[in-house]
Each structure stands twice: as structure tokens, then as C-alpha cells.
């Protein structure tokens, strides 16, 4: 077996490996710190495989170009933080109503407003779910290593792909910028989605057909379809409707496509949870705290597991509450002031739920959770 | 040939380009402008012989960015003030399709005013037109960045005390390499320059004098739209005879025709360019 490629990398250049395994071959961005990298990344590497990098004149011009090239045939990625997410949304919103794939990656800081532009937070997590307006199923992933980044970003790639869907990749400062010695995956060896074309003549073609799962094929401008794409609500033929019989058609299937095929989506980490009478539950760079205070917790006896969200959104109601059936008490730990605690509450209301929060712009410790273990032991 | 005859062949050609299956008729007011410049778009289109499947139009939100969904080409309608950007990534995601935007004044130059300017600057090869009708249609009549000082609109109720932009100044100070202006009056002016503007390789604007009778009309006893038809021939002067004249003289009259015409190097051009020199690095 040959060597595989081993690289000393930082959480957003191991983004930009991923990505560009994942077929990526649009980059629009704008910079703003803790995701700068990921642009100036893109930037180096795109042209070498024929790519195309561009640096748009903010986050809003980002997202559309992103969206553009994405409809024109490529797989296409923007990366940025709180603020040029806040700025992105509107268009998000039409990536949703278009059902175009594309990854927008969020390197969380501290907000809000421009808040704390080096330092982590994880007070996105909402914004990842509810950001733009109207309804919609978003799907979100997060690593909490850089060599997860290197296979979340894929993730990320393959599920816009499968689903028709923008695709959030929730990073945050601390692994942005932590470097890791990581192997890359090689070719090959990890499975690559790419977004179903369509078999049927241009005349027969039907852009926003119902299919039995909710996903219509996506031919790129200039194969010889000319449909029409528009963030107005529309029927199957992608024209604008103000029907009461069609809107709804719209709308069911923006949210069954995803609601109805979760199990292709949620990805959780499980550590000793199998006779645990604690829960942690915790996503990104707390997860690593947590997974690592679950670790000493457990050498002096405690019946502590841990579960670390890979995938944010949608969120894992069934698997999470069958996973912590059997504990009586559930510690969540996130670095904002109280965001996936909400969910954790809506699906377990019969638990003992502690949150463990921190948002002064530092990363949770292991010796934190150890001692928020002891607290509700 | 026989005017009926001519006639006919004219309103074939843009019933080939017209979307079968999208139904008409449009959400225009009778007698708009927009259908003016569909009109002139589809004839230049047709002339210059591009497949339909080369194109791509792509527009904003106002009544002037409905156009692209009529037409049977590959149509974009995308979010308010956007289209360049959209318009920008998907000319560079596929450099040899023919990317054309339809824009309103409050589009391209109020919410979109970033965009505009920046897609100027990097003398993308898109052609911008722009219909100008001095007033947000879409939204009921509020005033654009393009109102006139002293007219009226619903929110500039007493007189507009705001100064106004010329697109076409702006465009080609920003680095537009094509710009050009026509009104609704002067259809074959309108389409030549339209296929000029698509023929040209770099950003090229043409901007399309317009009327919105039901909104800008209304509210300054401009008439109906054969009134403001009329006016667009009265005040307009083609631009060589406009450069001859004084600030004064050319004080509410419309310069018509090819106001700004410069090679550049094209952006889509010049990246290739790098990824030709970087293939293959490691
Ligand atoms: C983000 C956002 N803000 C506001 C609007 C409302 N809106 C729709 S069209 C429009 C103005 C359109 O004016 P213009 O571009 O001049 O086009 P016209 O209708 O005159 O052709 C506005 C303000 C919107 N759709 N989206
Ligand atoms: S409101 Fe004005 S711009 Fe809109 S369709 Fe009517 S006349 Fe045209």
C-alpha cells in the first residue's frame, strides 16, 4: 500500500483539502477572521487543478456567485464567520428555495455584531438552523478535529449533492486555526456524491419534478434544458406560483427530501455511554473536552458517556434520546449561552438537564467538565 | 417585402424565443417599456444567430427583472440587487455562455449599487441592461436612485431633494468597458446597441430609458405610455450631436448611442491565464 500523504495542517486548510477531494472547483469568498484561511487556501490551490478562486466585494456577492456557479455545474464552497454568515442568509434562503447545492462553512467567533473576531464561540449554532427566512429543513455538520474538517467538509459536499441542499460546515476559531498532523484520505478511497442528473429529453424535462424521494435531477445551464430557476415560490416546472394547491407541493418537499431521509444524514460519536448514568452532549471544539473529561471521569469509576453531534442539523431527536435512555441526567456543554440545550430540552423533557456554558472567548477544559461531572454526580 | 409581411417574420422571430408553456400574459401593465426592451433583447439575440442554449439571463427582483422568465433561454431570477454576483459566478463557472443581466435602476444601483461598480471594475464579459424607469415599479412607485431632483414618487411625496445617479457615467467610471444609452421610443437604436453590447468582450452596460406610466407617470402628470413615448423621442440627442452642445442645452435631454467604448483584458480571460501558468503544481 503506498505511503498515504501526511500533512501538518491547520482546521481551514484541511477544509480546502477536503473540499477539493469532495470536487470542488468554484471558491467565492470575502475575508473576515477566523476563516480568512480558507480563502487564501482556495485561492492557491484551485488554479493547480482548474479550478476557480474569486474574492468577491462582500459576503453577499459570495453566497450569489457561489449559488451561480453551483447552477452552472460546478460544486462550489464560501467560507466566513458570524458576520458575513448574517450576511448571507437572504441568498442561503434562495440556495434553499432553488434547491442548489453548494457548503458554506462558518468559522464561529464571538458575537454579536463583530463581537470577538479571534476568539471561539459556538453561537451560531441557531443561526446554522434558522437563519434565513421561511421554512426549510437545513442540514449542518461539525467537526471538532482538523482531520475531521478534512472529512466533514466531504460530508458537506456529498450531502448538498445527494439532497439539493446548501449545506452549513459549523468549524470554530480553535479548530480553524489549531494544526494537527493529519493524514489525508487518497484517492478513491472515500465515496463521492454527485448531484443526479437527468435522463429525460429537454422536452420532457421537469425541473422541480416530485420524485420518490423528493430530489429532482439537476441538469448545469448550457446542456440544453433552459429552465427556469427563481427564489418565488414555484410548481414543478420551476414558474412561479401563487396557487393554494401548489405552494404547498413546494414547500412539503423542500422539508421531506431531508426530514424524511435523516438516517443519511446524523452522525454521532458515541464513548462509554453504554451503562452511563451521565450523559455530555456536546459538538465541535467542546466535544473534545468533553470526550477527553468523560476519559479521566471514567478512571476514577464515574458512569459518565459522552456524545459528540457530527451533524447538528436536522437534529437527532430519536437516535439521541435512545442513546441517553437510560441516564437520568444529561450535562450539555457548548460555548455560547445556551443554544443546543433548547433541543436537548424539547426531546428529553423527563431528564435532569445541566448545561455546562461558556462565552468569554476561551475553549471549554477538560478540567471544567470534570468538574461539572462531579457537580451533578 | 410587404409591410404586413415584415411584420409577421418580426413577430415569429420572438414568438421562437418566447417560453412555450409560460403563461402569458405577463405581469406588466399594458404598454410598459419592459415589453420594449424583451423585443429588442430577442432581435439581437437572433441576429447575432447565438443557440438558446448559450445563454443565460439572469435578473434581480422589480417588474423589469421578470423579463428572463418569459424567454426561452436559461433563466436565473435570482434575489433583489444580485444578479451580477449570481450573474458573475455562473459567467465564470462556464466563460463561453453569453451571460446577460436585466436589471431596474433600484436593483442595479440602490441595493446592487456594490455590485454594480464591482462587476464594472473587473470588466467581467457580461452585458448589464439596465431599464431605467426612474422609480421602484415593482413596489408601488417609491423613489430610486435614478428619481430626478424635484419629481415625485410615494416617498417623495412633496419632491424628490435627493441627487440622482447616471448609470452610464458610474458604469464607465468604474471600468466598464462598453456603455451605451437608448429609450423604449427608439427600438432599432435599442437592439443594434443591445448586440453591440453582447458582441463586446468585457462588461459592457447598455442602459434602456423606460417608462413606468402607472407609478412615475401618474404621480408627475407624465401621461399615459404613448405621452412618455413621445417625450423619450423629444428629449432625445445622439451623442455626437450631444457633445457639441453646452451642460445647459443638454439639461433634460437623453444622450443616446455609444457613450464609452475601450478594449481591456477581460477577467475570466486573465484567470485562465493563471490556471494555465499553475496546472499541475503541486
Ligand atoms: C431585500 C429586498 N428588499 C426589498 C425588496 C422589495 N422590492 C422588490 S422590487 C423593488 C424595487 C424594484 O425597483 P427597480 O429595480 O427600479 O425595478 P422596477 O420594478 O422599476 O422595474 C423592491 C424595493 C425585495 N424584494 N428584497
Ligand atoms: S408598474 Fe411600472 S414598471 Fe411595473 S409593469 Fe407597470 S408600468 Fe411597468
Redesign the pocket.
Known amino acids: 500500500m503506498p505511503a498515504r500523504e501526511r500533512k501538518l495542517l491547520q482546521g481551514n486548510q484541511a477544509c480546502v483539502h477536503g473540499a477539493i477531494y469532495a470536487g470542488m472547483r468554484f471558491f467565492a469568498g470575502y475575508p473576515i477572521t477566523p476563516s480568512t484561511e480558507v480563502a487564501e487556501m482556495s485561492a492557491r490551490l484551485l488554479p493547480r487543478i482548474g479550478g476557480r478562486f474569486i474574492q468577491m466585494e462582500d459576503e453577499i456577492g459570495s453566497i450569489a456567485a457561489v449559488v451561480g456557479a453551483s447552477i452552472s455545474g460546478l460544486k462550489s464552497m464560501t467560507a466566513t464567520s458570524g458576520p458575513g454568515y448574517s450576511l448571507m442568509l437572504e441568498n442561503i434562503g434562495y440556495a434553499y428555495m432553488t434547491e442548489t447545492p453548494c457548503v458554506i462553512v462558518n468559522v464561529q467567533r464571538g458575537g454579536p455584531s463583530t463581537g470577538l473576531p479571534t476568539k471561539v464561540s459556538q453561537s451560531d449554532t441557531m443561526q446554522a438552523r434558522y437563519g434565513p427566512h421561511g421554512d426549510y429543513c437545513a442540514i449542518a455538520v461539525a467537526p471538532s478535529t482538523v482531520a475531521d474538517t478534512v472529512t466533514e467538509t466531504i460530508r458537506a459536499f456529498n450531502l448538498a449533492e445527494r439532497f439539493r441542499t446548501p449545506v452549513t460546515v459549523l468549524l470554530d476559531e480553535v479548530i480553524a486555526h489549531s494544526r494537527e498532523l493529519i493524514y489525508l484520505p487518497e484517492e478513491g478511497e472515500l465515496e463521492i456524491y454527485n448531484r443526479v442528473k437527468p435522463t429525460a429529453s429537454p422536452e420532457e424535462f421537469e425541473a422541480f419534478a416530485l420524485t420518490p424521494n423528493g430530489v429532482s435531477p439537476m441538469p448545469s445551464y448550457g446542456e440544453g434544458y433552459r429552465y427556469n430557476v427563481t427564489g418565488l415560490t414555484h410548481d414543478t416546472h420551476g414558474f412561479t406560483t401563487n396557487r393554494v394547491d401548489e405552494i404547498p407541493v413546494k414547500l412539503e418537499k423542500l422539508r421531506h427530501k431531508i426530514a424524511d431521509y435523516t438516517d443519511e444524514i446524523e452522525k454521532i460519536r458515541v464513548e462509554h455511554m453504554d451503562d452511563a448514568e451521565v450523559a455530555i452532549i456536546a459538538y465541535g471544539s467542546a466535544a473534545r473536552a468533553a470526550l477527553q473529561a468523560t476519559d479521566i471521569a471514567r478512571k476514577v469509576g464515574a458512569k459518565v458517556g459522552a456524545v459528540q453531534l457530527y451533524s447538528i442539523w436536522p437534529f437527532p431527536d430519536a437516535k439521541l434520546k435512545e442513546l441517553c435512555g437510560r441516564c437520568k441526567k444529561v450535562i450539555v456543554a457548548e460555548l455560547n449561552m445556551g443554544q443546543l440545550i433548547t433541543e436537548i430540552e424539547r426531546i428529553m423533557p423527563d431528564k435532569q438537564i445541566t448545561t455546562l456554558q461558556r462565552y468569554d472567548g476561551e475553549i471549554l477544559t477538560p478540567l471544567q467538565v470534570v468538574k461539572k461531572i462531579e457537580e451533578v454526580l | 417585402m410587404a409591410t404586413a409581411e415584415k411584420a409577421k417574420q418580426k413577430s415569429d422571430v420572438t414568438l421562437h424565443y418566447l417560453r412555450p408553456g409560460k403563461k402569458f400574459p405577463s405581469?406588466?401593465?399594458p404598454?410598459?417599456?419592459?415589453g420594449v426592451v424583451m423585443g429588442s433583447l430577442i432581435r439581437a439575440i437572433d441576429n447575432l444567430g447565438l443557440s438558446k442554449d448559450e445563454v443565460v439571463l439572469v435578473s434581480g427582483i422589480g417588474?423589469?427583472s421578470r423579463l428572463p422568465v418569459y424567454l426561452d433561454f436559461n433563466s436565473l431570477h435570482t434575489t433583489h440587487g444580485r444578479a451580477l454576483p449570481f450573474a458573475t459566478g455562473a459567467k465564470f463557472a462556464q466563460p463561453h455562455m453569453k451571460v446577460i443581466v436585466i436589471t431596474g435602476d433600484g436593483d442595479a444601483l440602490a441595493i446592487g449599487g456594490n455590485h454594480f461598480i464591482h462587476a464594472c471594475r473587473r470588466n467581467i464579459d457580461i452585458t448589464a441592461i439596465l431599464i431605467n424607469?426612474h422609480?421602484y415599479?415593482?413596489t408601488g412607485?417609491q423613489g430610486s436612485p435614478t428619481t430626478p431632483g424635484g419629481t415625485f414618487s410615494t416617498t417623495t411625496p412633496y419632491g424628490n431633494v435627493e441627487k440622482h445617479f447616471d448609470p452610464c457615467s458610474l458604469a464607465a467610471a468604474a471600468g466598464a468597458t462598453f456603455v451605451a444609452r437608448s429609450t423604449v421610443y427608439h427600438e432599432p437604436q435599442l437592439q443594434k446597441l443591445i448586440g453591440q453590447a453582447i458582441s463586446h468582450r468585457g462588461f459592457s452596460l447598455v442602459e434602456a430609458i423606460?417608462?413606468?406610466?402607472?407609478?412615475?407617470g401618474r404621480l408627475n402628470r407624465k401621461g399615459d405610455?404613448v405621452a412618455m413615448f413621445d417625450a423619450f423621442k423629444e428629449r432625445a440627442v445622439p451623442v455626437g450631436k450631444a457633445s457639441k452642445m453646452t451642460e445647459e442645452e443638454l439639461e433634460d435631454k437623453i444622450v443616446t448611442g455609444v457613450i464609452h467604448n475601450v478594449e481591456k483584458t477581460e477577467f475570466c480571460d486573465e484567470y485562465q491565464k493563471v490556471v494555465d501558468a499553475h496546472m499541475g503544481e503541486k
Open positions: 405581469v406588466w401593465c404598454g410598459c417599456g419592459n417588474c423589469s424607469n422609480i415599479g415593482m412607485g423606460s417608462n413606468c406610466h402607472t407609478y412615475f405610455a
